[in-house]
Structure formats: C-alpha cells, structure tokens
C-alpha cells in the first residue's frame, strides 16, 4: 500500500450536482496531484497542489476545482456535475514537485453521474 | 501539444515469453519516463522508471530502455508469470511538473 487513501469509495451523483472528494497523502509530502480516469483510458491530469498553492492545470474547465490543507489532506470539487464526469478519481501524493519522481498513488474514488 | 502513445495497445504472451511495449512521445523536454501497472480495481503502481541521463535500466525481470534522440522508451518483461497481466501506462512528464499518461496496454499472460 502506499500509504495515500482517499474517500467516499464510492458516489452516485445527478446531474448538475456538485461533489467533493477527498484525499489524505502520506506524511511528509507536500505535492499532490489529481487525475481523471475514464473507463479503458489513461489517468488525465486535472491539477496540482505544492504547499497549498496551485502548481499546473490539465485541459479541465473551472467548475473543477481543489484545495490543499497543511495537514497533507486535499479536496477536489466538481460543480454542476455533466454524465461526462463519470471516471475514477485519483489523488497522488509526493515528497517534492511532482513530474520528476514517483507519486503514490491512493485507490481512487469512483465516480457515477446519473 | 503533448502526445504519448503506446504500442501495442493489447499484447498476449504465453507464460515464460517476454513481452515488450514500447512508448513514444513528443517532447524532447521530458527526463523522467515512468511505468506504471494497474491491475484491474485498483491503483496504478509503478513499476520502473528511468531518467533521462540513463539508457537502460533493470530490476530482476523488468527492465526499461531510452532513447531519448528517437523520443521513445520502452518496457521489457520477461519471463512472464500470470500475475504480470494488467494494463501497463507509460507516463512521461514534458518538463515541467506533471505527468502525462498513455493510452494503456492491455497485457495477457497465457498459462
């Protein structure tokens, strides 16, 4: 295991919804990253937290949206919820800035919008 | 933009076989080239990586090779067990802070 959970396992939401997802890093690691991943696809990145800052963005609009917390917990938040969001949702924590090091990656929580 | 692509995107191997996958990607930035494994239900797990001022590198029967002048690098296993299939994802960042993951490659272990 490394170390990195996430929750709700879970979630059914509606359309047009909004939903908040959490993530809790290992100790000690101060970048977390957040990934889309739809059925039979790669992970997509959505975004980046460094030390409670927003470090990158992927190609997703700002209805989502995160938050980084000094005790190595996140959230990220997707409002107005389209049956497009339906994907497993990954947080993936590492000591340093990420991109040039190995992420931990938690299991994911899965996503269904009715 | 940033392009990944993997080959092939499903592989079947009989049990002992090796196997080989081969990513491909856009930007000549990038210097760190990671593998990950996801088993089905579960959470990608890397597996190898390599950077950029290495050409090859091993860990008992997995091993990843770079060729950072063709924009390529590549996963290799070999003496392959059941338990080895799973999707594979290269994921190679484009010098800067994120990683950005390949299309997959579905690997089945034949007994």
């Known amino acids: 295991e490394t170390g990195v959970t996430q929750s709700p396992t879970h979630l059914i939401k509606t359309r047009g919804q909004q939903v908040t997802l959490r993530c809790s890093s290992q100790?000690?690691?101060?970048?977390v990253s957040w990934y889309q991943q739809a059925l039979g696809q790669g992970p997509q990145f959505i975004f980046q937290?460094?030390?409670?800052?927003?470090?990158g963005r992927g190609n997703f609009p700002p209805r989502f949206s995160g938050l980084q917390f000094p005790n190595y917990s996140s959230e990220l938040n997707v409002n107005a919820l389209e049956l497009d969001d339906s994907a497993l949702y990954l947080c993936?924590?590492?000591?340093?800035?990420?991109?040039?090091?190995?992420?931990?990656f938690g299991p994911g929580t899965r996503l269904t919008v009715l | 933009g940033e392009n990944v692509e993997q080959h092939p995107s499903t592989l079947s191997v009989q049990e002992g076989d090796s196997a080989v996958i081969k990513c491909t990607y856009s930007d000549s930035a990038s210097n760190y080239f990671p593998w990950y494994k996801q088993e089905l239900g579960k959470r990608p797990q890397l597996i190898i990586d390599i950077r950029s001022n290495v050409g090859e590198k091993k860990d008992q029967r997995i091993a990843v090779t770079l060729n950072k002048t063709a924009k390529h690098f590549s996963l290799h296993i070999t003496e392959t067990q059941p338990e080895d299939s799973a999707v594979y994802f290269c994921a190679p960042n484009f010098g800067n802070e994120k990683l950005t993951f390949g299309t997959g490659t579905r690997l089945t272990i034949i007994p």
């Open positions: 100790s000690g690691h101060n970048t």
């Open positions: 937290y460094y030390r409670e800052e927003e470090n």
């Open positions: 993936a924590s590492s000591p340093g800035l990420a991109g040039s090091g190995e992420q931990f």
